[in-house]
């Protein structure tokens, strides 16, 4: 059955992924709490989408699942389209020597052994290793969804997450697995239990966005934490707070992600707020949702290019706001441009 609400939070996701990588284009560097909190509600998007995919893998594939077909599909829907992507930004950075001198890449077979593995290549495509971790590990997430332990495995799960970080540039694929693992789960529980969970929650989802917002102020005023220079594309340490995503090496303290406690009430709040918008029409989210994957793939190229053009030399939220609506309409347009010259072929290449 399909679930308009989920789909709908896909779209939205997307945007906030998008939104999340844009703040160089879009020269927007926060200034002042009302920036810093809404930097920090923006960022951190892929949390949400992790959260959709464990939620559509239950509500799809739970009831009949083959692991062969499954794996079969990602390869070809996921991987190959990563690949192909890949080519142009790898081939780039040994052409042009760009290599992560700092991470032990120093030449061209050190780039190609490195960064297909790691995504390094382009912001975002680090979530492609990752997500193969997960599609692998699918048989055990479809027997913890059976044992009577699973919620307090999702609570201690998300406990440890805020004490582990996302890893330094993003390039363990086995820490991010470990950090967004109790998400994912997360989203098959809310698949299991959605209809509990929209009779409960009905009208009292404004809690959740609450407690997020409250979450997304006190990082950026309060929170303890000592950012290591160059780890993100946007780690800002500000008086008192901290504004990005947290990274560090998973054996480190280094205080606690509010970041995946944050986006852990964003995640149960769309999905319940959206609810009330099941049979009706929403046709910018329904667009946004339907090119979801080919504007993840291809927004990176568009933000990458925009910045060696100089971006923006000073914007505000507005300015992110066009910014992100503007790579994912040119995104999307391209996607459906390339999905109408070679239908055959289009998922293969760009994921649509």
Not at 67 to 96: A, G, T
Not at 146 to 153: D, F, I, T, V
């Amino acid at each position: 059955m399909f679930i308009n609400s989920i789909n709908y939070f896909r779209g939205i996701a997307i945007l906030l992924i998008v939104a999340g990588h844009s703040y160089t284009l879009a020269g927007f560097a926060p200034s002042n709490p009302f920036e810093r909190t809404t930097a920090n509600l923006l960022t951190g998007g892929t949390a949400l989408f992790v959260f959709i995919s464990g939620f559509m893998f239950h509500h799809v594939f739970s009831k009949k699942f083959n692991y062969r077909k499954f794996m079969v599909k990602k390869l070809q829907n996921v991987v190959l389209p990563y690949l192909f992507l890949s080519v142009y930004p790898i081939w780039d950075i040994i052409k042009y020597e760009r290599f992560s001198r700092t991470l032990g890449v120093a030449s061209a077979w050190d780039a190609l052994l490195f960064y297909p593995f790691t995504g390094l290549h382009l912001t975002a495509y680090w979530y492609i290793p990752f997500a193969v971790i997960l599609f692998l590990a699918s048989p055990i997430f479809l027997r913890l969804m059976n044992s009577r332990y699973k919620e307090p495995l999702i609570v201690v799960g998300i406990a440890l997450s805020a004490l582990i970080h996302r890893p330094l540039y993003n390039i363990s694929v086995l820490q991010s697995f470990l950090y967004f693992a109790p998400v994912y789960l997360m989203g098959m529980w809310a698949s299991i239990n959605k209809e509990r969970i929209y009779e409960k929650l009905m009208n009292r989802e404004w809690i959740f966005l609450t407690i997020a917002v409250f979450l997304a102020f006190f990082q950026g005023e309060f929170a303890s934490y000592s950012p290591l220079k160059g780890v993100t594309t946007f780690p800002q340490a500000v008086e008192g707070g901290y504004v990005g995503n947290f990274h560090k090496d998973i054996l480190v303290y280094n205080g606690i992600d509010f970041m995946i406690l944050q986006k852990v009430f964003l995640c149960f709040f769309f999905m319940v707020f959206l609810r009330r918008f099941e049979e009706r029409s929403i046709p910018f989210l329904d667009f946004t949702a339907k090119y979801s994957f080919a504007i993840f793939f291809l927004h990176c190229y568009l933000i990458l290019w925009g910045e060696r053009l100089g971006g923006l030399p000073k914007g505000n939220i507005l300015t992110l706001l066009l910014t992100t609506l503007g790579i994912s309409l040119v995104s999307a347009i391209t996607a459906a441009a390339v999905k109408k010259a070679i239908p055959r072929y289009s998922r293969r290449l760009i994921g649509l």
